[in-house]
């Protein structure tokens, strides 16, 4: 007796694993752009928080320095604020209430802007200058009198101090096309150190 093979047919033609191997080329394809895509956005939002946490960084320091600007209690003969042109500018106040304004302290403090580096430096007592912020592409100090007319050169007449700070992305973004590619955040405040006299 013959006994007859029943042999299973139920698989794939060449047609189909070609058919199936372009579609799913075309869902990693699809998958790859978007990884990418993200990735793109992803590495240019981090640029502009670093930046922005780079601006706000230096102006809350500088601004809360400038604050502390004058204080006197022993009455010692010394300006509280100094400006040197727009970029650069010298804090003093006596905070450990000896008479005077010690020179290794942090009781005098120069911020300047470098433009070649593109730093804002910080400089304390007599020390070397240190980098405060990285990627600034401006900052300028403002002086105002009492009556608020800008000074630059008469500091005991000082009584407001502006600052606005501008800075850049580390790297430029491909997406924007403004300035080379590079983001731009500027940040301002305007103080009034309570310690200068009104």
């Given at each position: ?15 189909e694993l070609l058919v199936t191997l372009g579609l799913g080329m075309v869902v990693l ?17 981090e640029q502009v928080n670093e930046m922005e946490q780079n601006a706000r960084g230096a ?140």
């Amino acid at each position: 007796m013959k006994c007859s093979e029943n042999r299973n047919t139920g698989g794939f033609t060449l047609i189909e694993l070609l058919v199936t191997l372009g579609l799913g080329m075309v869902v990693l394809a699809t998958v790859t752009t978007t990884f990418m895509s993200q990735t793109r956005f992803y590495s240019a939002q981090e640029q502009v928080n670093e930046m922005e946490q780079n601006a706000r960084g230096a102006l809350d320091l500088i601004t809360r320095e400038i604050k502390m600007a004058g204080y006197n209690p022993n009455d010692a003969s010394f300006d509280g604020v100094t400006v040197s042109g727009t970029t650069q500018l010298q804090i003093k106040a006596d905070l450990n209430a000896v008479s005077g304004i010690e020179i290794g302290g942090n009781e005098n403090i120069t911020y300047a802007y470098d433009n070649s580096t593109h730093q804002i430096t910080r400089t304390v007592g007599g020390g070397a200058a240190e980098v405060l912020a990285d990627n600034i592409t401006a900052v300028t100090f403002t002086c105002y009198k009492a009556d608020g007319a800008t000074t630059t050169t008469i500091s005991s007449e000082i009584r407001q101090v502006k600052v606005e700070i501008t800075a850049t992305t580390a790297k430029p973004d491909p997406n924007y096309s403004a300035n080379g590619g590079y983001r731009e955040y500027t940040v301002s405040a305007t103080v009034t150190p309570t310690n200068l006299a009104l």
